[in-house]
């Protein structure tokens, strides 16, 4: 395990406190817990972004291969 050094003004710093004690929990657990979920976070957030970028993707050849169904429906000989 490594050390990592947090400057938090005052405010945090109290709010970190006070949630740690309500949860039972040490601060250094409680950070840990913090970063472990933003992290977490992150990575749905770049997940959801590269479903979507698929997806339209997908939808774009779909788009395409429909047209094709739709003009060759239409035109039989085309």
């Known amino acids: 395990m490594s ?12 709010e970190l406190k006070a949630v740690s004690q309500t949860l039972h929990m040490s601060q250094a657990d409680y950070i840990r817990k ?11 957030r770049e ?5 979507i970028k698929a ?3 997908v939808r774009d050849e779909s788009m395409l291969v ?5 003009r060759i429906e239409h035109d039989p000989e085309a």
Not at 7 to 14: E, K, M, P, V, Y
Not at 47 to 51: A, D, F, N, S, T
């Open 3 to 14: 050390l990592v050094s947090v400057r938090l003004d005052s405010r945090l710093l109290n």
């Open 34 to 44: 913090a970063i472990e979920h933003m992290n977490e976070e992150v990575l749905k």
């Open 47 to 51: 997940r959801k972004q590269k479903l």
């Open 55 to 57: 997806s339209l993707r």
């Open 66 to 70: 429909n047209a094709e169904f739709s």
